[in-house]
């Protein structure tokens, strides 16, 4: 079972375009993180979210974090090819300090 | 800065064989982890260690052992290896406050056949 359901898995644009990604948990994070992947590369850090409520933008990318810290979006508008990738939430839980990945995003934007 | 270094970059195994893929940072970050990742499946925490001489098992353990007898490095090993574990592994690492905001750095990963 997964623990943080990411949504939708394949998501396949035009440019200018705008998308949003949702990531759901029945549980209770400490706090939300973003990464980015390229093939052959590993994940790369975009935001981090740590309050209920929070919304954090990065020039046409915006990240929420639920009120209840179950769950979070990232919205980005008028998409580009250059956001083509692989997006990833990452839960941070109080337990032992893990974090825990949902499936992933795959998202192709088409000049 | 090297960052996190992951060694070899691919490797064939046979069904059975054992092996070690190895991981390295130079960022003296406490906390240091292993992920495997399939389509589909996003990342999976294999095992993670917290500091030297102090590892713990995540999502996914079974078939997979680690040590850490410095800050430096953590390796993985695979005992019997399995069609199963075909997969792509990185290593990960941050400073040990993953539950605020320190975010992990990433190797570029191992890519791991098992036949």
């Known amino acids: 079972t997964q623990l943080l359901e990411q949504s939708p898995q394949f998501l396949s644009i035009q440019e200018g375009e705008n998308l949003t990604v949702y990531c759901n948990s029945s549980?209770?994070?400490?706090?939300l993180q973003w990464y980015r992947q390229e093939p052959g590369e590993g994940p790369v850090l975009l935001v981090t979210?740590?309050?209920?409520?929070e919304v954090k933008k990065l020039k046409r990318l915006t990240f929420q974090f639920g009120d209840a810290r179950k769950d979070s979006s990232l919205h980005i508008t008028a998409a580009q090819p250059g956001d083509t990738g692989l997006y990833l939430c990452a839960g941070g839980l109080n337990r032992g300090g893990k974090l825990i990945f949902g499936q992933g995003t795959e998202l192709s934007v088409k000049p | 800065n090297a960052g996190v270094t992951q060694t070899p970059k691919f490797q064939v195994l046979k069904t059975g064989q054992s092996m070690t893929l190895q991981c390295a940072q130079d960022?003296?970050?406490?906390?240091m982890s292993w992920y495997r990742q399939d389509p589909g499946m996003g990342l999976r925490l294999i095992h993670y260690s917290v500091g030297a001489g102090i590892t713990d098992q995540g999502e996914v353990p079974n078939g997979y052992n680690v040590s850490r007898s410095t800050t430096e490095d953590f390796p993985l090993r695979l005992l019997s290896a399995a069609p199963s574990q075909t997969s792509v592994y990185f290593c990960?690492?941050?400073?040990?406050?993953?539950?605020?905001?320190?975010?992990?750095?990433f190797g570029n990963g191992t890519r791991l056949t098992v036949t």
């Open positions: 979210v740590v309050t209920g409520g």
């Open positions: 990960a690492s941050s400073y040990y406050r993953v539950r605020r905001n320190s975010p992990l750095h």
């Open positions: 549980s209770v994070f400490s706090s």
């Open positions: 960022m003296n970050h406490e906390y």
